[in-house]
């Protein structure tokens, strides 16, 4: 694994932090030439908690969890939003989820520990994944878990098993996957045919197996499921598979006499990991699935479904930074600049995976323009180690303090201890306040599973 080459022609942007646009926190702003979000001075927050550091805007989350339940239950009143626990999850979040009225998925055990942790609802919590073990099936039917999302007839049948020993019937939501091809990165690309989730439309399958689910007993057909993928920027995805599921549950009641009564889109709306970035706005997302939920059940005479969606990132992402302190300077001359910080893919594998691409400032330079190009690099033993590459910032010192826009989403959930670097702390901040939510872990924290 290495660094893409260096594009030698790039030139910086000399942009200032507030001129980075969304992909700020909603309360980023400068004073005395020092970045502040929800009123705290990150440059203070790094050096009082040391680094590599999450920081999560409070009222930013908050903010948009209630704009997306607005946005979706003015224009269609039968709708509720799912947070998905696989972008960002601690305890705190989640009580946060609960304090605002989301539901909540789960894509494991863990995740699910989290929520009964809390006293999340278990009646809004919804179980995701391809290959949920036994263990975890049964601990989420045992927990009350509301819906869980079946993706395979293997999966039904251990559900059906599970919940008849258990002496009760256990809701349950297919997973489809519609054969629509996101207008995003490969990797995250999910609703196509080629897809290890859910059951494919081709040669009927999925339509198929509903008799199955129908016929099985201790479960209840409760509603229908699509993700077509995330980091979509092209609205025209959902719509046209909004209706291939519209579509299917017309074929459902027509053939089998079964009404399929709510209905669960997904989710993926882009978000602005660059200043250049212009994704969709959350009222325009909103509008366009409501629309063709409307329009389609329209088409095929199809009673209005309770609607969900799951918005993932763009709940979080553009709320969460991470800070890290300069530990290295090295300039290739003709190859590139090297910045390393004191983190890296153990904290932001993103990059490395799928050459993520992020916006960076110095947090105490914040007011200064960008007038370098630099990678920033991590500290691990890995020449493809990178948080930015090739990016702009502010002109470099030994002991800056850096911080990295967009990783809100999918950095903390899928950290790691490479190298034995334990995962870095959780601070929320809010009206001036930071909490930590999420402690450092610790070199005991590491070995505290390992046997003498």
Wanted: one cysteine or more.
């Amino acid at each position: 694994m290495a660094l893409p080459a260096a594009d030698l022609n790039k030139k910086a942007d000399n942009k200032t932090t507030m001129e980075l646009g969304h992909v700020l926190p909603m309360t980023a702003e400068v004073k005395g030439d020092h970045l502040y979000i929800g009123g705290v001075d990150m440059v203070d927050l790094a050096r009082e908690r040391g680094t590599a550091l999450y920081v999560m805007d409070e009222a930013d989350m908050r903010h948009r969890m209630e704009t997306y339940l607005t946005a979706f239950r003015s224009r269609y009143e039968n709708s509720d939003v799912v947070f998905a626990s696989k972008a960002f999850i601690n305890k705190a979040a989640a009580r946060i989820v609960a304090e605002e009225g989301l539901c909540l998925d789960v894509s494991g055990g863990g995740e699910l520990a989290v929520a009964r942790a809390v006293g999340f609802p278990m009646d809004k919590v919804f179980v995701h994944g391809n290959n949920k073990t036994p263990v975890e099936l049964r601990e989420a039917i045992e927990a009350g878990g509301g819906c869980i999302v079946i993706d395979s007839r293997i999966e039904l049948d251990r559900v059906s098993k599970i919940a008849g020993e258990l002496g009760v019937t256990q809701s349950i939501y297919m997973r489809i996957t519609p054969g629509v091809e996101a207008d995003t990165h490969e990797y995250i690309r999910t609703g196509c045919e080629d897809s290890k989730f859910g059951f494919t439309m081709r040669e009927d399958w999925a339509f198929n197996c509903v008799k199955d689910v129908l016929a099985a007993p201790n479960v209840r057909l409760a509603g229908i499921h699509m993700h077509i993928g995330s980091q979509i920027f092209a609205l025209h995805s959902f719509k046209e598979a909004i209706k291939v599921m519209v579509e299917l549950m017309a074929r459902i009641e027509a053939e089998y006499g079964y009404r399929i009564e709510e209905l669960d889109v997904g989710g993926g709306l882009g978000v602005a990991y660059l200043a250049e970035d212009k994704p969709s706005t959350i009222e325009d997302f909103a509008e366009g699935v409501t629309s063709a939920v409307k329009e389609y059940c329209a088409e095929f005479d199809v009673k209005l479904p309770r609607l969900l969606t799951e918005p993932g990132r763009s709940l979080v992402a553009n709320a969460g930074v991470t800070l890290y302190t300069v530990g290295i300077l090295k300039t290739l001359p003709g190859i590139r600049k090297y910045v390393a910080v004191d983190g890296g893919m153990s904290d932001n594998i993103r990059t490395a995976l799928y050459h993520a691409e992020y916006e960076p400032v110095i947090a105490n330079k914040a007011d200064q323009p960008r007038t370098e190009i630099v990678t920033l690099a991590g500290k691990h033993c890995e020449s493809g180690d990178a948080v930015v590459v090739d990016m702009p910032i502010q002109h470099p010192d030994l002991g800056d303090i850096v911080c990295v826009f967009g990783t809100g989403a999918y950095c903390y959930t899928m950290s790691n201890n490479y190298n034995g670097q334990p995962r870095p702390a959780i601070v929320f901040v809010k009206d001036g306040e930071a909490r930590v939510t999420t402690r450092r872990e610790t070199y005991e924290d590491l070995m505290a599973c390992d046997l003498d």
